[in-house]
């Protein structure tokens, strides 16, 4: 594997396939068949790079220790992990936002100890904490619907795109958090090392980034 190459950590499924949308607008050529393999890293060479796949939230990890130039992910996964990354452009792709939901019945006045699920542990304690309100944050990985309808918490926090998850298990959206967009990110020293490169990149991805936002 050639020293030359940039390599690029990114999250599985769609902030991938928007991701590498955009790179292709940027004119990377990147093979049509990049999109249909299972492969954890794969090889880009005619554009000069190779790509990690991997879970959301370990994308800013890889970066951080240099295992990967740079990087895309979501500003959710930013906020929760805070890790030592340069957080260089807005991509403007996968638009979602971070919510409060509960059960329909919820009562705010009904709680004695407030229990909030979420895998974002974090985000939702800061967030609790400038409103001024103490909760219990409860961890859970996945599936976040399921604690108000089993009792496991009065309210939840979690991505919310089309709010159709949220219907689907009989809960209401409470109160809109934080808007949602993926980012790219750059480890320090790479932006050293390779920073004809990786601003060539930025430059590029700006330029598409903005044209759709024109566009719009």
């Keep these: 594997m050639s020293e030359d190459m940039i390599t690029v950590a990114m999250p ?3 902030i991938f396939n928007e991701a590498v949308e955009l790179l292709r607008r940027a004119n990377y050529p990147i093979p049509p068949e990049f999109d249909e393999s299972r492969k954890l890293i794969i090889e880009a060479p005619e554009a000069g790079m190779r790509f990690i796949l991997a879970k959301p939230m370990d994308v800013p990890t890889y970066v951080e220790h240099g295992v ?3 990087g895309v992910a979501g500003k959710d ?3 929760e992990e805070k890790r030592d990354v340069y957080e260089v452009l807005d991509l403007k792709i996968s ?3 971070m919510a409060v939901a509960a059960l329909p019945s919820y ?3 009904s709680e004695v100890a407030p229990k909030v699920a979420s895998k974002y542990p974090n985000l939702t304690s800061e967030y609790f904490r400038e409103q001024g309100e103490q909760v219990e944050i409860i961890k859970l990985n996945g599936s976040i619907e399921l604690a108000p309808i089993i009792g496991l918490a009065d309210r939840i926090v979690d991505i919310v795109s089309t709010g159709q998850t949220l219907k689907a298990n009989g809960l209401v959206e ?3 958090m934080i808007a949602i967009t993926s980012r790219f990110i750059v480890n320090p020293v790479s932006y050293r090392t390779k920073s004809a490169q990786i601003d060539d990149m930025v430059d590029r991805l700006a330029e ?3 044209q759709g936002v024109e566009a719009k």
């Design 12 to 14: 599985k499924g769609r």
């Design 68 to 70: 990967a130039d740079v």
């Design 77 to 79: 996964v930013m906020i």
């Design 95 to 97: 638009a979602c936002y």
């Design 107 to 109: 009562d705010p006045k």
């Design 174 to 176: 409470i109160e809109e």
């Design 208 to 210: 598409v980034v903005d």
